[in-house]
């Protein structure tokens, strides 16, 4: 059974630190934030097609819109 995990807050985002490796928080169905060293935030959902699994990148926080 998968684990449940609590969406992220956009005070949670906007708070982020960078840090020497690349970090990742976990929104949930796959859609994760990366924040890169240089202090980026970009969007990717990750997925499984023919039992491979596979990236998308959504785009820039900030750039997305509901």
């Known amino acids: 059974m998968p684990k449940k995990v609590v969406p992220l807050t956009d005070i949670q985002v ?3 630190k960078t840090a020497p490796k690349e970090v990742k928080l ?3 169905g ?7 060293p240089t202090g980026g935030k970009l969007w990717n959902f990750k997925y499984r097609f023919d039992a491979k ?3 998308l990148s959504l785009g820039a926080y900030r750039t997305i819109k509901e």
Do not use: I, P, W, Y
């Open 53 to 55: 699994e596979k990236k």
């Open 30 to 36: 796959g859609l994760f934030l990366l924040v890169t």
């Open 26 to 28: 976990f929104d949930g």
């Open 14 to 16: 906007k708070h982020a």
